[in-house]
């Protein structure tokens, strides 16, 4: 059973940073990548990044491109979303998941790829 434990949420003022993180516990066979998921208020869950196994390849969805950044730490089993230049809208408790299973091209995007899950974090970005 692999456990994700987030930390690293808080408040925020538009503009700002701030560093979520996610570590990654339990029995692991393999990375096979891992990924940020959001949930604004009222709203489904979203995707927001993505980082394959090898840690080569880096998925993110249009909004946040070129605002955050995710990183994974092997020596700590840590998963890292740096999030820049914050916005109003990217208010949401953030989770973190875990792929159990090898993922396809494409795959990292959709939220049943992935097989283990936090329990989220909250996000919040004032004005």
């Known amino acids: 059973q692999v456990q994700l434990v987030e930390s690293g949420g808080g408040l925020v003022q538009a503009g700002g940073s701030l560093r979520v993180s996610c570590v990654r516990a339990g029995r692991i066979e393999s990375n096979y990548g891992m990924g940020w998921f959001r949930q604004p208020p009222g709203q489904e869950r979203e995707f927001v990044a993505a980082?394959?196994?090898?840690?080569?390849?880096?998925y993110y969805e249009d909004p946040v491109k070129g605002r955050f950044t995710i990183s994974f730490d092997n020596a700590k089993n840590t998963v890292n979303l740096l999030m820049n230049s914050l916005k109003l809208e990217d208010t949401a408790t953030y989770y973190c998941?875990?792929?159990?299973?090898?993922?396809?091209?494409?795959?990292?995007?959709?939220?049943?790829?992935?097989?283990?899950w936090g329990q989220g974090t909250q996000v919040t970005v004032s004005s």
């Open positions: 998941a875990a792929a159990g299973k090898k993922v396809y091209i494409g795959g990292y995007y959709s939220a049943g790829s992935y097989d283990y």
């Open positions: 980082i394959s196994g090898s840690g080569r390849d880096t």
